[in-house]
């Protein structure tokens, strides 16, 4: 019995925290469904007030919503609670429902179980899970398959849900934050695309981190198929004794696996044959080279053939936000890495610069010092322009390394790196830091990295 055939049969109310896009899409779901609902959130902000009044124009008796924060007796009264990704375990929210007995379920696992005659493909790791979540989405389509991405990517699960007609396959980008409350995953294949610290500001330490990706074999059997990455360490610790059928892929030289990067043909390998040549491919840095081995690993473990998988790779674009060239201004290249929240994710980026560079780093500090930057920059930067609530702890970390410019807001930031871009070069935005001390995400970050740059 699905968990909506159940409060529907039950008639009880059920919770939902957080009203950003994911909470507003568990409300609407929920109630086509004529389940009750008590909706909440803690903010105040424009967005939630937004989605506050569009639920609201309702006008519907069984459902009650709440700003500013939440009622916890009614939430220890519910029949579940229903969870927003931003919210952490340690809300008080969440910690009401729990102490009640009340199950606590991710946004996303409503969404995968409403909708359990879809087979998915999911998607997580620290890095490259939007970019491979958006190559299977892509290489589906151009295979013929009805393939839509969601989940973290951007559309929450529960909007797929409520519409009228499902897709044949989902694309799934899975968080730690939506991984911690989904305890029931069945993907027809489950891809780890690589592990690394990351969002230390929320968890106690990085074991409690790897333990919420975990999360995604927890249901695994000899049927499962898995996807990952044999150049990490960490993912083969964690994916070493989990059940069922495992495939790998590699960028390294000199070692083969189900699907590599072969260094001296230049080709992409599926399986002991060629798939399509490196240039080919247009994205740049070998970690997404890595990226499309996983998708098309993923796909062609549910039946999808070589040919096609090459001419839906010659055919994807950058994904927005992921090492995406924006515009040439005075013979400098501006790169827009805005999704590169972490410090392994700007150290990946790094990698992936054949031309010498100025480098935008700061935002909100999550928790990870940026030592380890440091040998990256030596090879190709120019300068790091060290901005945001991180500024200062990037100056003390790197200034022994590399030039480190200060810089206030976003406006100084540009005009201090566009002052010092070599000819030939690049400026390179990827901040190692959330964007909540200046911006409400990292999309926003980048647009308007983009538009100041198209405004030259």
Known sequence: MSYLTEWQHTGREVSVAGLARSGAAAVRLLRAHGVPVYASDAGSGPEVHAVHAALAGAQDDDLTLELGGHDLARVARSAALVLSPGIPPSAAVVRAALEAGVPVLAEAQLGLDTMSRVPYIAVTGTNGKTTTTGLLEHLMRAAGRDGVAAGNIGTPLCEIAARSEWPAWLAVELSSFQLHDCPALRPAVGVL?????????????????????????????????????????????MIANVPGRHLTFTVMAG??????????????????????????????????????????????ATGVGRQELAAGLRSFEPIPHRLEPVRVVDDV???????????????????????????????????????????????????????????QLIQGDLGGAVRVLPAGDFDEVMATARAVAPRGGAVLLSPACSSYDMFANYEERGATFRRIVEGW
Not at 356 to 369: F, T
Request: charged share 20%.
């Open 193 to 237: 695309t690589n592990l690394a610290p990351d969002h230390l500001d929320r968890y106690p330490d990085l074991a409690s981190y790897y333990a919420d990706k975990a999360r995604l074999f927890a249901g695994a059997t000899d049927a499962s198929c898995w996807v990952s990455n044999l150049d990490d360490r960490d993912s083969r610790r």
């Open 333 to 391: 290249l501006w790169i827009n890495d805005s999704k590169a929240t972490n410090v392994a994710s700007t150290r990946v980026a790094l990698e992936a610069m054949d031309r010498p560079y100025v480098l935008l780093l700061g935002g909100r500090h999550k928790g990870e010092p940026y030592v380890s930057l440091a040998a990256s920059l030596r090879e190709r930067a120019v300068a790091v322009i060290a901005f945001g609530e991180a500024g």
């Open 255 to 300: 070692i083969t696996a189900d699907a590599w990067l072969d260094h001296t043909t230049g080709q992409l390998m599926l399986d002991g044959h060629e798939l399509l040549p490196r240039a080919a491919l247009c994205l740049l840095g070998d970690h997404n080279v890595a990226n499309a081995l996983a998708a098309v690993l993923a796909l062609h």
